[in-house]
Every structure is written in structure tokens, then in C-alpha cells.
Nanobody
């Protein structure tokens, strides 16, 4: 059974940092694009960051503040989030898919999500 299990969410003050991690299991993900989407209340899901080998893709709103990394040996993808702002408040989802895309419909595997709340 394929599982993507997120950890590391929580409450942080504006300007602070958090690191999210996602542990994947149940199949081989080495050829997959993996990363993160997020969804804020009343908004559509949007790409945060994805990675496959040396290629990374960041959403415009997090470029320069967030860094994605991936450990292929451990099947773990992480997201270091710095300079967090209240607008970053959302449920963050770990994803895996066969192509790099801004569209959430192109990612076939999803975690259950972890809440990140940034207070002002």
C-alpha cells in the first residue's frame, strides 16, 4: 500500500521557520516528481515546490524563502520554510506524480496533509 506521511507542521510566528518532512513507502518513487502543494481556506490547491533529481520547481509566492530537498535512499522529501508569513497558513500536502506540473490533477499520490499556521 502506497503511503505518503507528512510531519513537522505546527504554529509559528511571522518571520519564523518550519521544516516539513514526507516519508514515502509502498513502491519505488525514484523516477517520480515529489514535493508539496498547499491549500488555504477558501482557496484552490497550489504548488509549493517539487523536485526530481537536480530539477526543482517552486511556486512564485515561496521562491527564495522555501527550499526543497530529497533523500532518495530514505524515500524522504523535505521542505525548509523560512521567513514565514501569515499568507503561508494552509494545509500542506506531500505529493508524488509522473510529471512536473502546476496542476494538482497530475499528481496521483497524496498524503493526508499537515497544518501550518503562521501568526502575525
Amino acid at each position: 500500500q502506497v503511503q505518503l506521511v507528512e510531519s513537522g507542521g505546527g504554529l509559528v510566528q511571522a518571520g519564523g521557520s518550519l521544516t516539513l518532512s514526507c516519508a514515502a513507502s509502498g513502491r519505488t518513487f525514484s523516477s517520480f516528481v515529489m514535493g508539496w502543494f498547499r491549500q488555504a481556506p477558501g482557496k484552490e490547491r497550489e504548488i509549493v515546490a517539487v523536485v526530481r533529481w537536480s530539477t526543482t520547481h517552486y511556486g512564485d509566492s515561496v521562491e527564495g524563502r522555501f527550499t526543497i530537498s530529497r533523500d532518495y535512499a530514505k524515500n524522504v522529501v523535505s521542505l525548509q520554510m523560512n521567513s514565514l508569513q501569515p499568507a503561508d497558513t494552509a494545509v500542506y500536502y506531500c505529493v508524488a506524480g509522473r510529471m512536473d506540473s502546476n496542476s494538482p490533477t497530475n499528481y496521483e499520490y497524496w498524503g493526508q496533509g499537515t497544518q501550518v499556521t503562521v501568526s502575525s
